[in-house]
């Protein structure tokens, strides 16, 4: 020990500074790097999922509120009254025997078929599976991803 302070007073001064503040920087770098920002990576990262975690939680508790169910129904019941209504306008000017229309369920898995999302051939083919029904609509929407952006 006594050689390297020996050593360390034999140096010209610039080098002495340097070894005194640059060599603890890179150090605090190298620290920095390697224990602490990968750290800082993982909190974003969990803070992140925290918020999706919330915001998942409100729309199911929206989703729950009575009232709110209430609305989408009364939506729901007006928008296939509209389809029903558009059906029977088409199969007057047109004429019955050349407008054949889809049951309200397959127009509506038609129509977000034509949205375009990857997510909605898987969607579809898990319909398929389980039954064409509002309920399974729902579900396998929210399981899959697939945003609808209509109300079942």
Do not use: C, H
């Amino acid at each position: 020990m006594q050689k390297l302070i020996e050593q360390f007073k034999a140096l010209p001064p610039w080098q002495r500074y340097v070894l005194l503040l640059v060599l603890p920087l890179f150090l605090i770098v190298y620290i920095w790097l390697m224990l602490l920002s990968p750290a800082m990576d993982e909190v974003s990262r969990l803070k992140v999922e925290v918020d999706n975690a919330k915001a998942d939680i409100q729309r199911t508790r929206a989703s729950l509120n009575p009232a709110i169910l209430e609305n989408l129904r009364r939506e729901e019941k007006a928008l296939e009254e509209e389809y029903l209504r558009k059906v029977e306008f088409f199969r007057k000017e047109i004429g019955e025997n050349r407008v054949t229309s889809l049951r309200w369920l397959y127009a509506f898995l038609q129509s977000l078929i034509a949205l375009g999302n990857r997510e909605i051939g898987k969607l579809a083919v898990s319909l398929a599976l389980r039954g064409l029904s509002r309920r399974n609509i729902v579900e396998l929407s929210n399981t899959l991803g697939v945003n609808t952006e209509y109300p079942l």
